[in-house]
Nanobody, 122 residues
């Protein structure tokens, strides 16, 4: 499966952005989908995930209450709505797909898209 993330950009602190991830090659309706991010000089970290079984969501503590992950299986896409953005949210954001239970472990995720840059100015 190929994943393409888009929707990043420059936004002021307190603003919002909606990231999209379009999948092609296979349907993602039976895959866990997730978002990760990597800031300059830091390791890639988990942001949010959405399981295909039960639609369970998980968020990192740093984004809980501000970000929302969702999917549209008809469009074979997953989204990340980001509200109340902070300068520390600045990073390249990646979407990922897992054939199993992806969870928060990067190694569990099988496919990755190219990232989209999110920059939050103070």
């Amino acid at each position: 499966v190929q994943l393409q993330a888009y929707g990043g950009g420059l936004v002021q602190a307190g603003g919002s952005l909606r990231l999209s991830c379009a999948a092609s090659g296979r349907t993602i309706s039976v895959w866990d989908m997730g978002w990760f991010r990597q800031a300059p000089g830091k390791e890639r970290e988990f942001v949010a995930s959405l399981s295909w079984v039960g639609g369970n969501t998980d968020y990192s503590d740093s984004v809980k209450g501000r970000f929302t992950i969702s999917r549209d299986n008809r469009k074979n896409s997953v989204y990340l709505q980001m509200n109340s953005l902070r300068p520390e949210d600045t990073a390249v954001y990646y979407c990922a797909a897992s054939r199993g239970s992806g969870g928060r472990v990067i190694g569990n995720w099988n496919f990755w898209g190219h990232g989209t840059q999110v920059t939050v100015s103070s």
